[in-house]
């Protein structure tokens, strides 16, 4: 497996890629990578002759009080774990790269970004929009994979890709969870074991609504307080948003419609800022 470190050494590659034909499938990540991601590659690697993860730790998605400084950076164990989960090429280019000196262009999504984490991270889609987009660029997918664990980040970039005429297949793989159902997220590491253990009433949450519409219960409202509800009983956990919305545009939906409503909760454990949904 081959590592690359700069973007016209990246491009360069996969155009002999396309040249012969070759379909590219890209994993874009920050690193940290767990089984959640691995199952992205494997998805990938599945549906595509090369594929490239990329790892970079992306400044532009961090307002200035998240962890950016703090988030876990072990490229080594990273590369050894893509190369075992089908990886043929792992991008990883320093800050300079992607975001030269004098850099000044941003992309914007402007409605689906809008709501749920856009309330209480309002610049966090820029980022992860614009070097998305640079991505594609420089890599030239024919497909990328993204997980269903960040619904809202892969309603935006859907958005962005039809917006902006991107020739990339978003393929979704499925949220990934421990055996106790806490759903995997490289965040995870900073939870201690109690914290750990009151931040699976997100979990709960999600799922008893799921069970709510298997019993006949549509109605978000309803559906909505007893998650919130879940959620309150624990002494730790302080609810950010639970809402009920459609799983393309990200606005409010009244009732659900199966398979296209999506539940989304963030709630800080702690100091942790944690996310999760589920699909109704
Ligand atoms: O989901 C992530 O890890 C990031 O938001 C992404 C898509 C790699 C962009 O930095």
Redesign the pocket.
Same mark, same amino acid.
């Given at each position: 497996m081959q590592i690359i470190r700069s973007v016209p050494e990246m491009q360069a590659l996969a155009e002999a890629l396309r040249a012969q034909g070759q379909l590219i499938g890209l994993v874009?990540?920050?690193g940290a990578l767990h089984d959640g991601h691995l199952t992205l590659i494997r998805a990938a690697a599945e549906r595509a002759d090369a594929v490239v993860v990329t790892i970079?730790v992306?400044p532009a =998605?961090f307002a200035p009080s998240e962890d950016f400084n703090k988030y876990p950076r072990e490229l080594e164990n990273d590369v050894a774990k893509c190369e075992a989960a089908g990886a043929d090429y792992v991008f990883a280019p320093p800050n300079e790269e992607i975001y030269p000196k004098g850099y000044s262009t941003y992309i914007t999504e402007e409605h689906v970004a809008k709501p749920l984490e856009g309330v209480s991270r309002p610049s966090h889609f820029r980022g *992860?929009t614009t *070097? *998305?987009a640079k991505l594609f660029n420089i890599c030239r997918p024919d497909l990328a994979v993204?997980g269903q664990k960040?619904a809202q =980040?892969v309603a935006v970039i859907r958005k962005m890709v039809a917006d902006l005429n991107f020739t990339v297949d978003i393929v979704v793989a499925p949220t990934l969870r421990e055996p106790d159902g806490l759903a995997m997220s490289s965040r995870n590491r900073y939870l201690s074991a109690t914290q750990r253990v009151e931040a699976l009433a997100i979990h709960r949450a999600l799922y008893k609504a799921r069970d709510m519409v298997a019993a006949g219960e549509i109605r978000s409202d309803r559906l909505v307080a007893e998650a919130t509800h879940i959620l309150s009983q624990q002494r730790r956990i302080r609810v950010i948003y639970v809402s009920l919305v459609n799983r393309s545009t990200m606005e409010p939906a009244r009732e659900v419609i199966p398979g296209e409503t999506v539940m989304a909760i963030a709630a800080w454990m702690d100091e942790v800022r944690l996310i999760d949904n589920i699909v109704l």
């Amino acid at each position: 497996m081959q590592i690359i470190r700069s973007v016209p050494e990246m491009q360069a590659l996969a155009e002999a890629l396309r040249a012969q034909g070759q379909l590219i499938g890209l994993v874009p990540t920050m690193g940290a990578l767990h089984d959640g991601h691995l199952t992205l590659i494997r998805a990938a690697a599945e549906r595509a002759d090369a594929v490239v993860v990329t790892i970079f730790v992306n400044p532009a =998605q961090f307002a200035p009080s998240e962890d950016f400084n703090k988030y876990p950076r072990e490229l080594e164990n990273d590369v050894a774990k893509c190369e075992a989960a089908g990886a043929d090429y792992v991008f990883a280019p320093p800050n300079e790269e992607i975001y030269p000196k004098g850099y000044s262009t941003y992309i914007t999504e402007e409605h689906v970004a809008k709501p749920l984490e856009g309330v209480s991270r309002p610049s966090h889609f820029r980022g *992860v929009t614009t *070097v *998305v987009a640079k991505l594609f660029n420089i890599c030239r997918p024919d497909l990328a994979v993204f997980g269903q664990k960040d619904a809202q =980040q892969v309603a935006v970039i859907r958005k962005m890709v039809a917006d902006l005429n991107f020739t990339v297949d978003i393929v979704v793989a499925p949220t990934l969870r421990e055996p106790d159902g806490l759903a995997m997220s490289s965040r995870n590491r900073y939870l201690s074991a109690t914290q750990r253990v009151e931040a699976l009433a997100i979990h709960r949450a999600l799922y008893k609504a799921r069970d709510m519409v298997a019993a006949g219960e549509i109605r978000s409202d309803r559906l909505v307080a007893e998650a919130t509800h879940i959620l309150s009983q624990q002494r730790r956990i302080r609810v950010i948003y639970v809402s009920l919305v459609n799983r393309s545009t990200m606005e409010p939906a009244r009732e659900v419609i199966p398979g296209e409503t999506v539940m989304a909760i963030a709630a800080w454990m702690d100091e942790v800022r944690l996310i999760d949904n589920i699909v109704l």
